[in-house]
Structures are given as structure tokens and as C-alpha cells.
């Protein structure tokens, strides 16, 4: 066989091997897929052509969309025509759908209460500074060193105190009393000036005591003198308002001849200044129907008594008090203390002191203290000696020169280190009493319970409830509270939280079950739940 025979023969061996058999060399894929004309290729390759079918398929047959009128045409078909008024339909029907949901869920929705008028005295407690030396401590006692303190009664977290009387006033005289004069041991009005502006910086109002007579017997001098005195409250009341002044506060107001007439006008001069103004009137009277007679030609007065001192300590009595009070005020606010100048000491027992700085500060109205009312200072008399106001107890120093050892606990800087103290629980019961809406102007409603307890809900519209449960009596027992009274859409629930307790051991925060509600003796709780539709 011929050389070229034996070549020819293995081109056609090779083109039956199978692919992946077939011998490559380096060439580029170009250079396979061209056949060399009229010539012999070496090395034994097969030149082969494949056209991509596919490819050149799809390039024929490019996609160029549908004209205008092919757009037009389908659109216009009945089947397209029907899907459009269905989506529009199910589209409106939708959104109308939306709209009525929205409006029965505004309609059905709890409306709120309207926010009551609030004005500065309504939104916590006031403070009692009588007497200006026995407050300062000793070797001290007038206006410089009352600016001194004022960052302390921030702390009390008060909204105001009243000051003096500081004005001048010999002994039952009234020609040496003149209301429009500060007396030189308080100092000088430039002083009194620069104490009314730093209160305001912190937010603290000044109540200034206009009892004319104070160092007298009688503190509105005699009966004869009224007028004359009247007279002179009011220029008092104009000059000290265009001063600066907040409010004020007249003394043994059931000791004037026709009270009431007084006060309306006295009320009406400071009304007429500015809404702001305060007027607060003092009485020792108890006598319910006493108290409300000096109200019944007057608006928005506060009145400070000796009502709640009548109190005989126990649950029972308590409840009677103050929903009888409560009752005979109606919408008209009201204030509590326990006289119009005296300290809790002097009518409540130590062992129960806590439990009436939670009474006082979470009933409805504006709780008014003394001066040492938050460390439990107590008045001290010699025999057959008249009670004088005590001596602020600030620290070490505040006692009286002795031998004996001193009780540190008794003083503001003792307390003040310690959680659990007296100080600490005012301070905490007044910031929450001027943050939550339920104990500032909330709803009162009494639960009954055992004799030895007082029991009652404080609420407002849909804010958090507070429940607060007083043990007045000597051993612990169930709460039992009942809620048979309630008004409607006001219920009791099955467990409140634990916010406060007068007593050390419970955990704060803690849940109750108010079926299994125990109390210790002289214990008090303050429980919270919130508000459910």
C-alpha cells in the first residue's frame, strides 16, 4: 500500500474514534473549524465545521414587542376588559373595608377623660416653716439662712411652703403691727427679695403667714379691732402680691367675726392679682359643719384643721372621717393635716406615723405638713412651761449642749443615709404623688374591710390604678377586701403589684394574690394594677 493510501486510511480511522479520543494539538478552536484548500494537513488532524443551530435560531427570531395597535387590540379584549373592573372593584372595596374598620375601632374605643385644671398647689404637698429660728437650728433664724435650705426642700420634693408670720408685731398692740414690714431679726426686705427668686428658680412658691397678732393672746387682736385689722390684711395682701408673692395664709380664722366675709374678700383680692394666688385659711376647730361655714362664700381655698386629729386609730374610724369629709366637699379640693400648725407627732402615735404619711399623701387633695413631720421631730415642754416649737434636728449639732449620748437617727443627715427611714419614705411618697395621674387627680372610691383596716382605690380614666390598704390595728390579719360598692366598670383584680410597703421585708415589685392579702401590725401597702378595658 502506497504511503498516501495508509494516510487517507487513518483519517478515517480517527474520524470513528470517539471524541474524547481524539488526539488535540495547540491550534485555536478557529483554526480547526477551517479546512485548508487543495492541500494535505499534517500530523493526522480531521478539519470539522459544526454551525451553532441554536444560536443563529434565536439571533433570527430577536424579540421586537407589540406595536401600539397589537397593545390596543389586546387590551380591548373582553378578557382583559373583565380583569380590570375586577381588580378596580376589589381595590375599592378594600380600602372602604379599611375605612369602616377604622372608624368602629375609634367609635367603640374608650373615650379619655378630659384633664382637670391643675394649678400649682394640686400637684403635691405644701410645707409649714412657722417658726424661722427653731427651723434653721440654733444660733441661726432669718431670710439668708432660710436660702440656704431651699435646696433641701427640694428634695422633699414640696411645691411650696409657707413662711412666718416674719412681720412686724408688738405683743397685742396693733398700732407697733404693721403686715408690710419684716421684722429685723428675719431681715430685710431686700433679703426676702433674694429668697423669692431663688425659690422660683427651683420651682418652690412662697406663702407668706399674715396672722396679724402671732406673738399675742389673741391672734386677731380684740373683737373691737376687726375692722380696723381687715383693713389692714388687705393693703397687706395688695403689697406682698405686687411683691411677688405666691399666697398666704390667715390663722384662727373662727376667732373673726363673720369668717366667711373675710375670706371671700381677702380671696377675691387675691383672685383678682392673678388665678395663681393662693389663700390658705387655718382653724382649730373639728367640727365638720364649723369648717365647711368658713367655705360657703368662698371658691378654690385651701383649709387646714383639726378634723382628722379626732381620729380614734382605727380602720373603722379613719374609712368614717374621710369619706364624710370627702362627701361634704364634693368637686370643691381639699386640703389634710392634722391641725393648722401643729406637728404629726403631737396627735399620732410613732407607731403609726408611716402609715399617715402614706394616708396623707395618696387621699385626694393637697397634703399640708410641718417642719420635721418627714424625721418625726416631736415638741418638748418643761413642766408647766408653754409648748415652743422644736428645734430642727439637721445633724449632731442641732442638739442641745449634753453629756448624754445623741441619736443620730433622729436627724435629717442621719436619715438621709438611710433607705428605710422616715425622710426616705416622704421623699419617695411626694415624687410619686406628683407623677401619677391617678393619685393627683384620681377617682376615691373606699372598699370595705375589717375594722382594723382602711382600704381604697385611686384612679384615673385609663392610667394605672393604685390600691392602698392601711392596718391601723396591733396584729396582722387578711385584708378581705370587699368590692360590693364599687361604681360600675370599676373592679378589683385577682393580683396587684407590690409599689410600697410602710413595713421592711416585702419585696417591691412583688406580685400579690389579693386573696391571700395579709398585713402586719401598723402596716401599710401601696399596691398598683393596670387599667383593663
Not at 478552536?29 to 499534517?42: L, N
Not at 440654733?138 to 439668708?144: F, K, N, P
Not at 439662712?145 to 435646696?151: A, H, I, S, V, Y
Not at 396582722?476 to 410602710?502: C, E, I, Y
Request: aromatic share 8%; net charge negative.
Amino acid at each position: 500500500m502506497s504511503q498516501d493510501a495508509e494516510v487517507d486510511m487513518k483519517e478515517v480511522e480517527l474520524n470513528e474514534l470517539e471524541p474524547e479520543k481524539q488526539p488535540m494539538n495547540a491550534a485555536s478552536g478557529a483554526a480547526v473549524a477551517v479546512a485548508v484548500a487543495g492541500g494535505t494537513e499534517k500530523n493526522g488532524l480531521v478539519k470539522i465545521k459544526v454551525a451553532d443551530d441554536e444560536a443563529d435560531a434565536a439571533a433570527a427570531a430577536k424579540f421586537t414587542g407589540l406595536s401600539k395597535e397589537e397593545l390596543l387590540k389586546v387590551a380591548g379584549s373582553p378578557g382583559w376588559v373583565r380583569t380590570r373592573w375586577a381588580l378596580l372593584l376589589l381595590f375599592w372595596l378594600g380600602w372602604l373595608g379599611m375605612l369602616a374598620g377604622a372608624v368602629v375601632i375609634i367609635v367603640r374605643a374608650p373615650r379619655c377623660r378630659e384633664l382637670p385644671a391643675m394649678s400649682w398647689w394640686h400637684k403635691g404637698a405644701l410645707y409649714r416653716i412657722g417658726d424661722l429660728q427653731a427651723f434653721q437650728g440654733r444660733d441661726a433664724g432669718d431670710l439668708v439662712g432660710l436660702k440656704e435650705r431651699l435646696d433641701y426642700l427640694s428634695t422633699l420634693k414640696v411645691k411650696g411652703f409657707v413662711l412666718g408670720p416674719i412681720h412686724e408685731n408688738q405683743k397685742d398692740d396693733l398700732t407697733g403691727t404693721n403686715l408690710e414690714q419684716i421684722a429685723p431679726t428675719f431681715g430685710s426686705k431686700e433679703d426676702f427679695d433674694s429668697l423669692l427668686q431663688s425659690a422660683k428658680k427651683k420651682s418652690i412658691r412662697v406663702i407668706l403667714d399674715l396672722t396679724p397678732n402671732y406673738k399675742g393672746q389673741n391672734l386677731w387682736f380684740h373683737s373691737t379691732q376687726i375692722d380696723t385689722v381687715a383693713t389692714k390684711v388687705k393693703e397687706a395682701l395688695r403689697f406682698w402680691l405686687q411683691a411677688g408673692v405666691d399666697g398666704f395664709q390667715v390663722r384662727d380664722v373662727g376667732n373673726l367675726t363673720d369668717a366667711p366675709s373675710f375670706l371671700a374678700e381677702w380671696q377675691n383680692i387675691t383672685k383678682s392679682f392673678s388665678e395663681d394666688r393662693l389663700l390658705i385659711a387655718g382653724t382649730d376647730s373639728s367640727d365638720l359643719q364649723q369648717i365647711l361655714s368658713l367655705l360657703e362664700s368662698t371658691g378654690d381655698l385651701l383649709l387646714t384643721s383639726s378634723y382628722l386629729s379626732t381620729s380614734t386609730f382605727t380602720g373603722k374610724h379613719t374609712n368614717f372621717l374621710v369619706t364624710q369629709y370627702l362627701d361634704a366637699f364634693g368637686s370643691r379640693w381639699c386640703s389634710w393635716s392634722l391641725s393648722q400648725s401643729g406637728l404629726l407627732t403631737s396627735f399620732v402615735p410613732p407607731h403609726l406615723l408611716r402609715l399617715y404619711q402614706l394616708l396623707l399623701f395618696t387621699l385626694p387633695g393637697t397634703p399640708v405638713f410641718s417642719y420635721g413631720d418627714e424625721i418625726g421631730l416631736e415638741e418638748a415642754a418643761l413642766p408647766g412651761q408653754p409648748v415652743k416649737a422644736p428645734v430642727m434636728l439637721w445633724d449632731e449639732s442641732s442638739f442641745p449642749n449634753t453629756s448624754g449620748p445623741v441619736n443620730t437617727t433622729m436627724t435629717v443627715k442621719g436619715q438621709s443615709e438611710e433607705p428605710g427611714s422616715l425622710l426616705s419614705l416622704f421623699r419617695w411618697l411626694s415624687d410619686q404623688r406628683g407623677e401619677e395621674r391617678s393619685l393627683l387627680h384620681g377617682d376615691f372610691h373606699a372598699l370595705s374591710s375589717g375594722p382594723d383596716l382602711f382600704a381604697y382605690i385611686r384612679q384615673w380614666d385609663q392610667n394605672e390604678r393604685f390600691l392602698i390598704v392601711l392596718n391601723f390595728g396591733d396584729v396582722g390579719q387578711p385584708a378581705r377586701l370587699g368590692a360590693s360598692n364599687l361604681p360600675a366598670g370599676t373592679s378589683l383584680p385577682a393580683s396587684v403589684d407590690l409599689l410600697l410597703s410602710t413595713q421592711p421585708g416585702r419585696k417591691e415589685g412583688a406580685p400579690l394574690e389579693l386573696e391571700h392579702l395579709n398585713l402586719e401590725p401598723h402596716e401599710g401597702l401601696l399596691l398598683r394594677y393596670p387599667y383593663v378595658a
